[in-house]
């Protein structure tokens, strides 16, 4: 392998480790993909008229991919990065209102939500409540 070879391939792997923290929509996988086939294939001794359609449909296939599942892969390597306007309420104060099915009914600036509640806390209607966090998409409070 001649050092061109070897520094197309780096910068291949370099431009696929990029697309995970770089939003792209895939054309930097895609990119770093193709360099990599057309450069195997050129190591391999395949014609240049060969090895450069096959780099374009590995290119297309993987921006194919990333654009079908690159938010759900997106989302389980990084779901704390994942921000929502929830995340806002956290360490507000509210107001317990009254036992829930699934926990505990609150008012935290005024909208009601119900509410996990804290271990070890015991909340009784009408107690002075901070939101602590999120959890299952509900708030999880603990008496004030």
Do not use: C
């Not at 480790?17 to 939003?23: A, K, N, T, Y």
């Not at 990599?36 to 921006?63: D, K």
């Not at 779901?79 to 107001?95: E, F, M, Q, S």
């Not at 509640?117 to 004030?144: H, I, K, Y």
Request: aromatic share 6%.
């Amino acid at each position: 392998m001649d050092t061109w070879t070897l520094v197309i391939v780096l910068s291949g792997l370099a431009l696929v480790i990029m697309d995970v923290f770089i939003p792209s929509g895939g054309l930097l996988s895609g990119l770093g993909i193709a360099a990599i086939i057309e450069r195997g294939l050129a190591a391999m001794g395949v014609a240049g008229s060969v090895r450069w359609p096959l780099a374009a449909v590995g290119m297309l296939a993987t921006v194919a991919v990333v654009i079908r599942f690159g938010e759900r892969m997106s989302e389980a390597l990084f779901p704390a990065r994942i921000k929502t306007n929830l995340d806002r309420i956290v360490g507000l104060p509210g107001r317990a209102v009254r036992p829930a099915e699934e926990g505990y009914l609150v008012e935290i600036e005024g909208d009601f939500w119900t509410a996990h509640v804290e271990p070890g806390s015991v909340l009784t209607p009408g107690q002075a409540v901070v939101v602590v966090a999120f959890v299952d998409q509900m708030p999880l409070v603990r008496a004030a």
